[in-house]
């Protein structure tokens, strides 16, 4: 079993920047894709970034260039830069480690972007 907690969220004005990490606890995140998904209020939840255990990197199209996700296997940490932050951004963020068949999640933490 995985345990992930998620932190880093918070209020920030447009254009700012927020940093979330992903710690996870009770396996090594190193054979995982991981990665991290949003979602807004009435709103379906939706892919933002994620990167392989090969090194593979994807994102959302209406992030790139502004979010930039990261691991750290030997900390068994993901991260995710979020620069010019807009209020579209404003969701709960959520971590999530894939392997096969196994899937598992974090509580999430709330990103708002006010005007």
């Known amino acids: 079993q995985m345990q992930i907690v998620e932190s880093g969220g918070g209020l920030v004005q447009t254009g700012g920047s927020l940093r979330l990490t992903c710690a996870a606890s009770?396996?090594?995140?190193?054979?995982?894709?991981m990665g991290w998904y949003r979602q807004a209020p009435g709103s379906r939840r939706e892919f933002v970034a994620s990167?392989?255990?090969?090194?593979?990197?994807s994102y959302r199209d209406s992030v790139k260039g502004r979010f930039t996700v990261s691991r750290a296997n030997a900390k068994n940490t993901l991260t995710l830069q979020m620069n010019n932050l807009k209020p579209e951004d404003t969701a709960v963020y959520s971590c999530n480690a894939e392997r096969n068949l196994l899937s598992y999640w974090g509580q999430g933490t709330q990103v708002t972007v006010s005007t």
């Open positions: 009770g396996s090594s995140i190193s054979a995982y894709t």
């Open positions: 990167i392989a255990d090969t090194g593979e990197i």
